[in-house]
């Protein structure tokens, strides 16, 4: 069904784009929460001098919580279908199924939402194919997906089954490979005495926004 | 046969008329006709007490989280993330509200009953078993084993077998709504309402669905709700679970 907010979320090319083995659906941006997290263990590594500070990586994580809403039965149904899907796409793979040895492999999916959640490439668009969206959206693992439908609204019905009319997404991703622009000063001064291009590492590319 | 698989009373007791057990018509009450009419009873099952309690759907509260517990396994090839384990929580809440003395004091011992259901089995005179039983859990498509695709008209705990949520319980709360008040009753007090909340996993020890050989038990809760899928591109969108609709 189309209404005010369809035609508002096609305008801004800002539908939020979820794909993972070969399929892609999309929401509408009813967003709840968006945080951006980095998370390091830092741990003191003791020598007879000095006590050295090290970590063994950044962990970069996305969260994100929407609302899903519908206006009529129909929508409902394709909302609630669109969530099986996202589900499926989170559930992990199994390595060799005959195989009783079998490892569950993460699931990894992409995720595009106008310039705030991209793959360092913040431009947007009304449609993705899954092809399309692995280039610009962010690879990322899920780690977490809860529903929850808001009941004071209430359900539809028919054919003996109910829909929640607005329910609630919230994503937990981990960011498979996230971007790393931090250069060195030693290899800054290095690039620059061979004239290399460093735009690459200055920031801007999260939000789409380049500083000189 | 025993009392209570004759008239389980604790699914379908309300001061009001059911058709199924005409003798026991105690007044009449339009929330469970719509229920019934809907199909949206909450039922929970316990094979072992062999009792089955069923409740109107007054519902407060309800989520589905998923979990996908990840660890990294170091390779020298580049290290691998490799999921652990999967945990797939519901939580309810319900209001459980009486009518009638009689019906509140069947609410109080349906509140009782699930409260035995988390308990450890007990053998006459053997120490209590510390094994934690599964649960059969269904409320139309909101909550049930991805099977539950049209209304379906629960008579026996055969059909919460068939539809339902084979899962653990977690945590059991219920709390009465002290403002509303008491059935006052032969010097005892019967609350007019309980506020429920239940916590509860979904079993990762689901039958095989397929041939083969015995799996994980992740995969098993994987492919038992998505009917075979995660396993590759083609199969992955298959099942119907947790809403009762074609994914495809």
């Known amino acids: 069904m189309n209404d005010y907010s369809s035609d508002y979320t096609t305008d801004k090319k800002a539908k939020i784009f979820i794909g993972n083995k070969n399929k892609v659906i999309d929401f509408k941006p009813f967003i709840e929460n968006l945080s951006y997290e980095k998370k390091t263990k830092v741990i003191e590594f003791k020598t007879f001098f000095e006590a050295i500070a090290q970590t063994d990586g950044v962990n970069v994580s996305r969260k994100l919580t929407f609302k899903v809403v519908a206006s009529d039965y129909d929508e409902a149904i394709s909302n609630h279908k669109k969530f099986q899907k996202l589900l499926r796409m989170a559930m992990p793979l199994i390595d060799a199924p005959d195989d009783t040895s079998a490892t569950l492999k993460v699931s990894q999916i992409y995720i595009k939402f106008s310039n705030l959640i991209s793959n360092y490439k913040p431009s947007a668009a009304n449609s993705y194919s899954f092809d399309s969206l692995q280039k610009a959206g962010l690879l990322c693992s899920v780690s977490g997906i809860e529903y929850k ?64 | 046969m025993s009392y209570k698989s004759k008239i389980p009373i604790l699914v379908n007791y309300q001061g009001a008329h059911d058709p199924n057990f005409p003798s026991f018509p105690l007044g009449t009450e339009y929330s469970h006709n719509y229920s019934d009419n809907k199909g949206v009873f909450f039922y929970i099952y316990d094979e072992s007490m062999e009792v089955a309690v069923g409740l109107k759907a007054f519902i407060t509260d309800f989520s589905i989280n998923t979990q996908f517990e990840q660890e990294t ?85 055969g059909t919460i077998k068939k539809y339902g949520l084979i899962c653990y319980l977690n945590d059991l709360t219920y709390t009465v709504e ?71």
């Open chain 2, 73 to 157: 396994i170091k390779d020298p090839g580049g290290d691998v993330d490799k999921v652990k384990g999967i945990g797939i929580n519901y939580k309810i809440g319900l209001n459980v509200p009486a009518i009638s003395a009689n019906d509140a004091r069947v609410n109080a011992t349906r509140m009782e009953t699930l409260g035995i259901m988390l308990n450890k089995t007990v053998g006459l005179g053997e120490a209590a078993d510390p094994t934690v039983e599964i649960k059969y859990i269904l409320l139309s498509n909101l909550i049930h084993n991805g099977k539950y695709t049209k209304k379906i008209d629960v008579k026996t705990a």
């Open chain 2, 178 to 248: 002290t403002d509303m008040g008491f059935f006052e009753y032969k010097e005892k007090l019967w609350p007019k309402v309980f506020s429920l909340s239940l916590d509860f996993v979904a079993s990762q020890t689901y039958p095989q669905p397929m041939s083969g050989g015995i799996m994980p038990a992740a995969k098993n809760l994987i492919r038992s709700l998505t009917d075979g899928g995660g396993i590759s591109d083609k199969e992955a969108y298959k099942g119907k679970w947790p809403f009762g609709i074609s994914t495809l």
């Open chain 1, 149 to 212: 439908p808001e009941l004071d609204l209430g359900f539809f019905d028919g054919n003996g089954l109910i829909f929640a009319k607005v329910f609630t997404i919230s994503l937990d991703l981990k960011v498979v490979a996230p971007e790393n622009k931090k250069l060195s000063r030693k290899a800054r001064a290095q690039a620059k005495a061979d004239g290399d291009d460093l735009s690459s590492f200055t920031p801007g590319s999260l939000f789409g926004f380049k500083t000189p």
